[in-house]
């Protein structure tokens, strides 16, 4: 029996040559899956013995048992199919391969994907050669995932799933997405002007962001927030409106830091011991220091890696002039 010579020939040459496939482990697959259909197909003859040889010159493939042709007839067909799934499987490998290659070098840069369905915990993207996933973990709170929107991702990683699969994971929570969204944004950050030194967040709720710049001259707050705000703006268009982004300079003074990094609170008094921070504030200041949900204290302490205890002081109010006081005044 064989396989009509020119699908043979031609399939295995687009496995071998064209998808960068090794074409002998294409044969040997072929005979792994042609020795599994016969033992499938003719489980009475079965024997450790058996062994299968495919020609790769004509693919015609014989059953052999101790060196002796057993190939029933009728199995040609069925040796044919097989290849032919092989080879289908093999190109698809190929060109899924292809697919991690091209992606693996964009890890950690922007992607534009579009959702294509949502499944209640993942969402799943299509970004242009291939799908991704964006994990429960991965996502924005509060963020709707609905079929057709189309959204900026970071591309965070090629993993692999319990079936051995690769996934390309796909990130609207990370804060590196600020990061890459400010450098393609601000012209100083691409060209090394102004450096991100931190970045904190509470996806789809509120980040924080140190910049510094070495050079004189440079306002890296100033840079990152643009005219009129145009820069930091459209930075949070894309991460949906709804999260505020504070960007604060950062300063090798802890102190200084510290007291920016609670903004927009005014500060009266930090004190450091170790990694601690007992920072004092008026009484009025006091729901700005924490924020919502304590979100504000919460994300300054991890942009500057101290521990911040705030501690509130009355706010100090002009004394209440007494009835002899007025007397006084009334008599000069």
Same mark, same amino acid.
């Given at each position: 029996?064989?396989?009509?010579?020119?699908? &043979?020939?031609?399939? =295995? %040459?687009?496995?071998?040559t064209e998808r960068g496939? !090794?074409?002998?482990? /294409?044969?040997?697959?072929?005979?792994?899956?042609?020795?599994?259909? &016969?033992?499938?197909?003719?489980?009475?003859?079965?024997?450790?013995?058996?062994?299968?040889?495919? %020609?790769?010159?004509?693919?015609?493939?014989?059953?052999?048992?101790?060196?002796?042709?057993?190939?029933?007839?009728?199995?040609?067909? $069925?040796?044919?199919?097989?290849?032919? @799934? /092989?080879?289908?499987?093999?190109?698809?490998?190929?060109?899924?391969?292809?697919?991690? !290659?091209?992606? *693996?070098?964009?890890?950690?840069?922007?992607?534009?994907?579009?959702i294509i369905r949502y499944?209640?915990? %993942?969402?799943?993207?299509?970004?242009?050669?291939?799908?991704?996933? =964006?994990?429960?973990?991965?996502?924005?709170?509060?963020?709707?995932?609905?079929?057709?929107?189309?959204?900026?991702?970071?591309?965070?990683?090629?993993?692999?799933?319990?079936?051995?699969?690769?996934?390309?994971?796909?990130?609207?929570? #990370?804060?590196?997405?600020? #990061?890459?969204?400010?450098?393609?944004?601000?012209?100083? $950050?691409?060209?090394?002007?102004?450096?991100?030194?931190?970045?904190?967040?509470?996806?789809?709720?509120?980040? *924080?962001?140190?910049?510094?710049?070495?050079?004189?001259?440079?306002?890296? /707050?100033?840079?990152?927030?643009?005219?009129?705000?145009?820069?930091?703006?459209?930075?949070?268009?894309?991460?949906?409106? !709804?999260?505020?982004?504070?960007?604060?300079?950062?300063?090798?003074?802890?102190?200084?830091?510290? $007291?920016?990094? =609670?903004?927009?609170?005014?500060?009266?008094? /930090?004190?450091?011991?170790?990694?601690?921070?007992?920072?004092?504030?008026?009484?009025? @200041?006091?729901?700005?220091? $924490?924020?919502?949900?304590?979100?504000?204290?919460?994300?300054?302490?991890?942009?500057?890696?101290?521990?911040?205890?705030?501690?509130?002081?009355?706010?100090?109010?002009e004394p209440t002039p007494?009835?002899?006081?007025?007397?006084?005044?009334?008599?000069?």
């Open positions: 029996m064989s396989i009509i010579k020119s699908e &043979f020939a031609l399939a =295995l %040459n687009q496995v071998a496939i !090794s074409a002998d482990e /294409v044969l040997q697959s072929i005979e792994a899956a042609v020795l599994a259909a &016969f033992k499938k197909e003719y489980p009475d003859l079965y024997e450790e013995t058996i062994t299968v040889r495919l %020609n790769r010159e004509t693919g015609e493939t014989k059953i052999l048992k101790d060196s002796k042709d057993i190939t029933p007839p009728g199995f040609g067909r $069925i040796a044919a199919q097989t290849a032919r @799934q /092989v080879v289908l499987q093999k190109i698809r490998e190929a060109e899924k391969k292809t697919v991690i !290659s091209h992606y *693996k070098a964009q890890i950690g840069a922007l992607i534009r994907g579009r499944d209640g915990h %993942n969402a799943y993207v299509d970004i242009g050669k291939t799908e991704a996933v =964006l994990p429960r973990e991965e996502q924005m709170r509060n963020e709707k995932y609905a079929v057709n929107t189309s959204l900026i991702f970071l591309l965070k990683e090629i993993s692999e799933d319990n079936h051995g699969y690769s996934r390309i994971i796909v990130s609207r929570s #990370a804060p590196q997405l600020i #990061a890459e969204l400010f450098k393609r944004e601000v012209p100083e $950050i691409s060209n090394g002007t102004v450096e991100i030194k931190e970045i904190v967040r509470e996806p789809g709720e509120r980040a *924080k962001i140190a910049v510094f710049s070495s050079q004189n001259g440079v306002d890296p /707050v100033g840079a990152c927030v643009g005219q009129k705000g145009v820069r930091v703006q459209t930075v949070t268009d894309e991460l949906g409106g !709804s999260e505020k982004i504070d960007i604060i300079q950062w300063n090798s003074d802890p102190k200084i830091f510290l $007291i920016s990094a =609670l903004s927009p609170a005014k500060i009266i008094d /930090v004190a450091i011991q170790d990694k601690k921070a007992k920072v004092t504030v008026d009484e009025t @200041q006091t729901p700005l220091a $924490i924020g919502k949900n304590g979100v504000n204290v919460n994300l300054a302490a991890r942009l500057t890696g101290f521990e911040i205890d705030i501690v509130q002081t009355a706010t100090q109010k007494t009835a002899n006081t007025q007397t006084e005044a009334e008599n000069k």
